[in-house]
């Protein structure tokens, strides 16, 4: 009986995410080279469920020869003819630095090739903050959303970096109106280890909360996983608090780390896992060819709900 409860509540989180767009208007978003059916298929489909309005930049000729073969009807999205997938990248960044859009979404080409042009120092999308990627997983063992990060951008961040991606995420989890998160940094263990360099910045970027250098949220750390996701772990293990046990984001020690957690869930254990660069001008949607409808919607979801919410609490930059 619980194998089926947990089957049939498998995407309510998701479906909650979505649900919430039709609250909002339709967000602009430049959808940078959709030259695949994945890519532009995705794009279509979050347009008619009305969470985005989709501009298209790519070469022209072969978007439309792509939306033929995949039966997509484009006629309605505006496009925008560029020679190659670099000039995509650049063309899209400068529609959201023209106020054109507030969305940015990746097509069918490599991520660094937009990033490059996001984080590029004159004409890029940066702020203050340094950007970071947080995968949305809908884990049908866990009770909510589980934010992970940062398993996409930055490799071996430093204690600056990672205050940054606590940052970005405690925004993004308010922005989506979820309420102050409950972060866990993790690491191998739950103890203060000299030789586990992770362990040492979860110590420090729990007291940079506790000196208002890191606001929003709760933060507790070192946690190994088991002592941030389930409360019996926890208890066994005597740590007390409101994080530990029941941590709605695990911020990782790297990227390789956050990879594999994020890739065991979704193979291990069923779970979906949508994804959003935050810290730029406006939110970017990372979507994978391996993403299922379902995925590719709740990642559009997730940005166009923080897109919304960054425009109701400040201007975006010209």
Sequence with gaps: MEAVQVAENRHEKYERLIEATQAIPSIVCA???????????????????????????????????????????????????????????????????????????????????????????????????????????????YPEPLFITDAAINIFPDLETKADIVRNVIDLHQGLGLGAPRVAIVSAVETINPKIPSTIEAAALCKMAERGQIVGG??????????????????????????????????????????????????LAGADAAGVVVGARVPIILTSRADNVRTRMASCAVAALFAHHLAQTRPVAR
């Design 31 to 141: 959808v940078a080279h959709p030259c695949d059916a994945s890519s532009l298929t995705g794009a279509v489909e979050a347009a008619e469920a009305g969470i985005i309005v989709p501009i298209l930049v790519g070469p022209q000729a072969k978007i439309r020869a792509v939306a033929e073969q995949a039966g997509l009807d484009i006629t309605a999205f505006e496009l925008v003819n560029t020679p190659h997938s670099h000039a995509a990248a650049a063309r899209a960044v400068e529609l959201v630095r023209e106020g054109r859009t507030q969305l940015l979404m990746k097509g069918s080409l490599h991520t660094d090739e937009l990033m490059a042009e996001v984080v590029r120092k004159e004409g890029g999308l940066r702020t203050e903050r340094r950007v970071s990627h947080v995968f949305i997983m809908d884990v049908p063992s």
């Design 218 to 267: 709760l933060l507790d750390g070192p946690l190994a996983l088991d002592n941030a996701i389930s409360p019996e772990a926890a208890t066994i293990k005597g740590i007390g608090g409101q994080v530990a046990g029941r941590a709605q984001v695990l911020v990782v020690p790297d990227l390789e780390a956050g990879n594999m957690l994020a890739k065991n869930l979704s193979f």
